[in-house]
């Protein structure tokens, strides 16, 4: 668990806030925490909180979000709406060797997409990996949907190195803290789905 200042260390280091504007940054999380980010935040009664690897992405996907333009409600709605799948972006980002990104199209930052019950979360927010090894056709189709005008994308790669490098110099085991996500393979989505992306078929 990390304390608020640890919290705020390790996104100001992984989003390279300069110290000029440490303050500003400090009220944009308090601006967050009000409004319900990350879960469980906003509870008055508790007077300090500790936060566990689920804030501390939460929130650092609302805030990449919001860098790509959302407001902090559409931000804080996408992360709610995609939290299971990006969790297993995460995860996959743990296991792999080479850049996963997650690809959100414009229709559903809109929230025009409705999936059915039975589809699958990457027909409104791919995950893709970068895999030097796949056949130039797999390539181009990952180029395609990177590309896509009206779409935007989150590298869960930059993410997981960014917030790691972030804890290194806060002096944070991050290693300790990342195991907690292990626990996330064990869950089910809505559908029942596993988020283990080991166990995809």
């Known amino acids: 668990m990390l304390s608020f200042s640890q919290f705020e260390n390790t996104?100001?280091?992984?989003?390279?806030?300069?110290?000029?504007?440490?303050?500003?940054?400090?009220?944009?999380?308090?601006?967050?925490?009000?409004?319900?980010?990350?879960?469980?935040?906003?509870?008055?009664?508790?007077?300090r909180m500790?936060?566990?690897?689920?804030?501390?992405?939460?929130?650092t996907f609302v805030l990449e979000l919001m860098q790509l333009g959302l407001s902090p409600e559409r931000a804080i709605g996408q992360v709610r709406t995609w939290w299971d799948w990006l969790r297993t972006a995460f995860l996959r980002a743990r296991d792999s060797s080479y850049p996963i990104v997650i690809a959100f199209t414009q229709g559903d930052f809109a929230g025009l997409i409705k999936l059915e019950g039975d589809a699958k979360p990457a027909?409104?927010?791919?995950?893709?990996?970068?895999?030097?090894?796949?056949?130039?056709?797999?390539?181009?189709q990952s180029l395609l949907a990177l590309t896509r005008s009206r779409g935007s994308v989150i590298n869960i790669t930059d993410v997981l190195t960014g917030l790691t490098s972030a804890m290194k110099k806060a002096d944070i085991e991050s290693a300790f803290v990342w195991a907690a996500t292990e626990a996330w393979r064990l869950e089910v989505d809505a559908e029942g789905r596993s988020l283990d992306p080991r166990k995809e078929k």
């Open 123 to 140: 027909e409104g927010a791919p995950i893709i990996g970068i895999d030097p090894a796949d056949s130039a056709d797999q390539l181009r």
């Open 50 to 59: 500790a936060y566990c690897p689920d804030h501390l992405l939460e929130t």
């Open 11 to 47: 996104l100001a280091g992984h989003f390279e806030v300069h110290d000029k504007q440490r303050e500003k940054f400090r009220m944009r999380l308090k601006q967050l925490q009000r409004m319900g980010c990350p879960k469980g935040a906003n509870n008055r009664r508790v007077t």
